[in-house]
């Protein structure tokens, strides 16, 4: 019988091969001779990407809900989606318990490693709508990808989004949104709240923008932890694998999934009184 049939028998399950544990463990291998720190920077990175993984699950779920007219179960994986981020966001924070002198202790195996490689960050990019990864940033990442991690992002970046499936929502609730400012009308429409007559729906769509916003804004958080933890390692020198280094994070920052969302507080609001004279 093999061994995967075998750990499926209920007396056969244990806590160490259900989570395959001594394989887990073994893929942490540092390359630096005597650099204890080396260790919690493969962790680190390694539940980085884990965590990547579930996002990508609950986000693709999140999309699929939208494209089937379905806001509430759709902004219940948004809710997930964010919590799992900020679980991203605690899981940085022990390399700031790492002296920067540890770091550059084992800096130079890295070799032309980086985070820009990291084909599951611009994955969740891309299923998000974020225009930016069909410019330069996402050319230079595809570029250097493994052929298996390339052509899994170019079938990504093929797909529809959870933008485009929250647009799809707002039509499929009667608004116009073949154009930006259209769009625009729609979210101060939801934003203004429920009014007499209303179809549920409007409630809904207006709790699911809000939930992509929160999701949008804990990526800025998590981008400006990650930029600082960097600062705070090597300052303004050049980071690993060619890229700039702080220049990069520093732009990348406030870049956002859904900006419309963000440009439309603004285009909302109602216009400030105009200031009495002082005297």
């Known amino acids: 019988m093999s061994e995967t049939a075998t750990v499926t028998r209920p007396d056969a399950v244990t806590y160490s091969n259900y989570l395959k544990l001594p394989e887990l463990l073994a893929l942490q291998v540092p390359l630096a001779d005597g650099v204890d720190d080396e260790l919690l920077f493969i962790t680190v990175h390694q539940v980085q990407e884990l965590w990547f993984g579930q996002l990508l699950r609950d986000l693709t779920d999140a999309r699929d809900r939208m494209l089937e007219g379905d806001p509430r179960a759709a ?14 966001i605690a899981a940085i924070h022990p390399l700031r318990a790492m002296p920067p002198r540890e770091f550059h202790a084992f800096r130079g195996v890295l070799g032309s490693s980086s985070g820009q490689q990291s084909a599951q960050y611009v994955e969740i990019a891309a299923l998000c709508g974020a225009d930016w990864v069909h410019g330069e940033y996402g050319r230079r990442t595809v570029a250097a990808l493994a052929p298996r991690e390339r052509e899994r992002l170019r079938g990504r970046l093929a797909e529809s989004t959870l933008w485009e499936g929250f647009v799809a929502l707002l039509a499929k609730a009667g608004f116009a949104v073949g154009t930006r400012e259209e769009r625009w009308e729609a979210y101060a429409r939801l934003a203004a709240g429920p009014l007499e007559g209303d179809p549920a729906e409007f409630a809904e769509l207006a709790e699911l923008a809000e ?4 999701h949008d804004e804990v990526w800025t958080e998590w981008r400006a932890c990650h930029a600082l933890l960097v600062e705070r390692q090597i300052g303004g020198r050049p980071g690993t694998g060619g890229s700039s280094g702080m220049a990069h994070l520093r732009a990348s920052v406030y870049r956002r999934f859904y900006p419309e969302l963000w440009e439309a507080r603004d285009a909302g609001l109602p216009e400030l009184p105009a200031r009495c004279p002082m005297g």
């Open 75 to 88: 902004r219940v994986r948004l809710v997930r989606a964010v919590s799992v981020t900020r679980a991203l």
């Open 211 to 214: 939930a992509l916003v929160d």
